[in-house]
């Protein structure tokens, strides 16, 4: 069924495709391929909250505001979009992404961020070289926090001029196939929208809105 | 600093303008005149939930997937963007909208259903003359029911193959004033983003959602 809504998209002319909603293909998980390489960054579970701010306090002092990009990274389980989410030591979910370099963009920040904890490649946080071919998609939403730690906001509230960070949400076209490897003190879950939906007290409140961000995209659920 | 703003997107070449995020400008609340006119339809106040699900289920019967289109329309107010909600006899908040006729296109259908809501025009629901020029943009969310009366989800759950009803959000690009000409049993208000973002009490799944959709937007939003 997936392949037919796909020729009949193909055959709407090319603008009032664009006009309706951008399709997106998803593909089974079945023929993705995933592995464990070492951190490579070593986790932070020595630094206290304390350390943190500080840590944070005197970027901020350093860069301004700390720009954070994430990737939705989707793939078709029982006939259902599923997210990829990292889970670090069973515990909080996250997004595929990362702290963006002062004065990096946001795309080339983001594919470096997905490289590192998605690929084989990436094995260091410092790494600069090539990074992968990753399809890096739309901007489909965006939050703001007035203070680190702060719950965060879809928008701009009145009252902060000047917010600590931004949190930016890319969708992510992956290929039909291709590995995953990822570094062993997280594991790479696919969660459907389902459960996602709404569940901000599992998977914040961030997470928790990605089926809603994603209403508007039609779907070419490939199945198996 | 509001047009500030504007000239510095204006000066962004186009092709990178529309890679970033799509600018929506937004004018302050006070240049709208807001008026009443005599209800297009008279309410269905008498009709029970029996009566509303049997004409319901008939209407699918008769014409399958009814399809529901609703206008986002954003104003500013205290530096804030706005939404404008129509409240119902003092109760639930709806957004300017309706259900679209057998056959009928979501966007003609949805400036049928703004006018017959907002403007001096439309003073008839069976209205088919020139409806006002309404800028309708892209639809920035779809929730999806079941069944009549169910929860609506922001995606199509596997396990139902005929959704019996369809929403669709779009974002209606305001011009810098307007007339608001609302029927006597509703009362249009501007709700801002703040107060209706994760408020799915008061507002409900859909409309307690919109500042997600929105986020990633930029808004140059004009002050007085």
Known sequence: MGLEMEEVAAALPMEAAAAREPGVEIYPLSLYYFGAKDAAVPPRAVETPADRALRLKANFAAHGLRTSVHGVLLVELFDHPHVLL??????????????????EEDVQGLKRKLSSKLSVVGDSDDFTGDVDDWQVGECIGMWWRSEFGAVPCPYMPPSFRTPKECIKLFLIRLPMSRRFVVPRNMKLLAVPLSQIHGNAQVYGPIISGIPNLLSKFSFNVISD
């Open 86 to 103: 990292l889970q670090v030591r069973n515990s909080s979910f996250v997004l595929p992404g990362g702290r963006l370099r002062p004065g």
